[in-house]
């Protein structure tokens, strides 16, 4: 697949409700060949799946930790038939994984709901054979015990910004990492350095659209209160952030982007159904 692929936007957000063609207009023009729209609760699985048929990109269905403390008793339920329609009665291509999920230390709900749901949802993508797209915040460790104890195909640990030694764990599990906007800021040393150094076979590439702003984009609270808008996150962006992972590490943007899309069809093989 040449071009870049875009492992993780929310195409479907509500600051793209106004301009979503035009803003996947610009990514192809930018050769962004292929978004991964994951879902990130129930009630918005059809509006992925439909958005991703229409965009001509692949989607990914799950519960994201940030939003388990507001579904409904029925959720996983939900996902657990989305999945069998999908994936098996009447196969999607565009399915590539279970996703969002994952857990999230930095903020409330509470952990218990989180692990439950986080747990239910690797036990659904072991039985489609599904990777999955991994939610991981101040959580690389609690995550990981649910991947040794519920075995899934790999998949992609999404913005990934833990030690060389969690990394390394994953890889040697089958995972990608995800490297996307806050790689661009100076000041991120630790997550420069991963991406400078860690193999380039493990490496992925996601923008997190409108999310994880490069710092092009980035807005302070003193520039927003004197009126400044936040730059808005899109696919588009992906080329230039790739850029500067191409000069950490030395090597060409074209290489760069061979590499990261060959990564992203072994992590999310059914990129290269469709």
């Not at 915040?137 to 649910?146: C, H, Q």
């Not at 030690?163 to 890889?171: D, T």
């Not at 100076?186 to 193999?199: H, M, Q």
């Amino acid at each position: 697949m040449h071009g870049w692929i875009d492992t993780h936007c929310h195409l479907d957000a509500p600051e793209f409700s106004q301009d979503i063609d035009t803003v996947r207009a610009r990514a192809f023009k930018e050769n962004v060949v292929r978004c991964v729209i994951p879902a990130v609760e129930a009630p918005s699985f059809e509006a992925v799946r439909s958005l991703a048929h229409r965009l001509g990109d692949a989607y990914a269905l799950g519960i994201h930790p940030l939003f388990v403390q507001r579904a409904g008793d029925d959720a996983l339920e939900q996902l657990a038939t989305a999945l069998d329609e999908h994936h098996h009665v009447r196969p999607d291509a565009r399915l590539v994984a279970v996703g969002e999920i994952g857990l999230d230390y930095f903020v409330t709900p509470p952990p218990a709901r989180q692990e439950l749901f986080y747990r239910e949802q690797l036990k659904l993508a072991k039985r489609h054979q599904l990777p999955v797209i991994l939610h991981v915040r101040r959580s690389v460790d609690a995550v990981l015990k649910g991947l040794r104890e519920i075995k899934t195909p790999g998949g992609i640990a999404h913005a990934f910004n833990g030690s060389r030694q969690q990394a390394q764990i994953f890889i040697d599990m089958g995972f990608k990492l995800g490297f996307g906007g806050a790689v661009t800021y100076e000041r991120a040393t630790r997550l420069r350095e991963l991406a400078a150094t860690l193999p380039l076979d493990a490496l992925v590439l996601e923008t997190d659209s409108p999310d994880i702003p490069p710092h092009w984009l980035y807005v302070t609270a003193e520039e927003r209160a004197a009126g400044q808008s936040q730059g808005r996150n899109e696919p588009g962006e992906l080329p230039r952030i790739a850029s500067v992972i191409a000069e950490l590490r030395g090597i060409s943007e074209e290489s760069l982007m061979e590499a990261t899309s060959r990564n992203a069809v072994q992590a999310l093989p059914g990129l290269k159904g469709f």
